[in-house]
């Protein structure tokens, strides 16, 4: 695993990766078989897609006795998310953030 | 996908998968740099909220910013600078010291472009629920992300920290 944006946002591309993810902050450490099973893809599949998830770092795996159990690590989308996000918040998205946050705000009824 | 989500149910498996949290971070720095960091506390001060974390194959110790003990625990492997494992209570807290004490396990692999892959395995918490829920996500992944930039930029990622040492 390098350091690689690319590699993290071309792995958070893909709508069965982001669930692989969700599935392991839902429960950690879950093996292929487990992971397999909620989809309706072929092991094969759900095996690259892992193997995606791994090179971007977003997934370590663990020996553990006779299985291998894989391990959501959310730091690549933190430093991405430091990297990208800090860099435009400035003043003027904040302001207009504001503004979003103040107009959808009024649309709840006042009491 | 959302249909899919909410059909989803969860399988029964044994909760070991849960008691172990692992992190991996790249950090461009030698081995030794690294094992320096996280060894001695002058380096821990500036990225581990304040604590002053002593580690040798006697034991660990780590002592907040004002001197309370805010761990000490055994020493379980030490193989420098690769791979050091140490029992973990977080006594800065009443209700997490009274939990049953975990394990840290902090490994560093060196690349071929420069860079170590740090990777932090906190396991055993089994009998630490509120521990694990303390150091889970923004927990480690803060400690590690200001470790790296400590290190990258010798910066520490909180001001505040370094001001604490003066």
Request: proline letters at 6%; one cysteine or more.
């Amino acid at each position: 695993m390098a350091e690689d944006d690319d590699a993290v946002f071309r792995a958070l591309a893909d709508p069965s990766r982001r669930r692989l993810l969700d599935l392991l902050f839902e429960r950690d450490g879950r093996t292929l078989g487990e992971l397999e099973e909620q989809f309706a893809m072929s092991r094969f599949g759900v095996m690259k897609h892992v193997r995606v998830l791994e090179e971007a770092g977003l997934v370590v795996t663990r020996k553990d006795g006779r299985s291998t159990r894989h391990f959501l690590n959310p730091i690549p989308i933190q430093l991405v998310a430091d990297r990208w996000v800090d860099k435009y918040r400035d003043e003027r998205v904040t302001a207009l953030v504001d503004l979003k946050t103040a107009l959808e705000s009024r649309q709840e009824p006042r009491s | 996908m959302s249909a899919d989500t909410s059909t989803y149910q969860p399988a029964a498996i044994p909760d070991e998968g849960t008691a172990t949290q692992v992190y991996r971070i790249v950090i461009k720095a030698t081995p030794q740099e690294i094992w320096d960091a996280i060894t001695l506390p002058e380096f821990t001060r500036r990225y581990f909220h304040g604590a002053a974390i002593t580690i040798t194959p006697d034991g660990y110790a780590s002592f907040g910013p004002d001197g309370s003990s805010w761990g000490d625990a055994e020493v379980l492997e030490w193989d420098p600078p690769n791979r050091v494992v140490h029992g973990w209570k977080s006594l800065y807290d009443p209700t997490l010291s009274a939990e049953a004490e975990s394990r840290v396990t902090w490994e560093i692999t060196p690349d071929d472009d420069g860079t170590c892959l740090l990777t932090v395995i906190h396991d055993r918490l089994e009998g630490a629920p509120r521990t694990a829920s303390g150091v889970a996500g923004a927990g480690w992944m803060g400690v590690l992300s200001a470790l790296k930039t400590l290190l990258e930029t010798g910066e520490p990622l909180h001001p505040t920290f370094a001001g604490e040492q003066a």
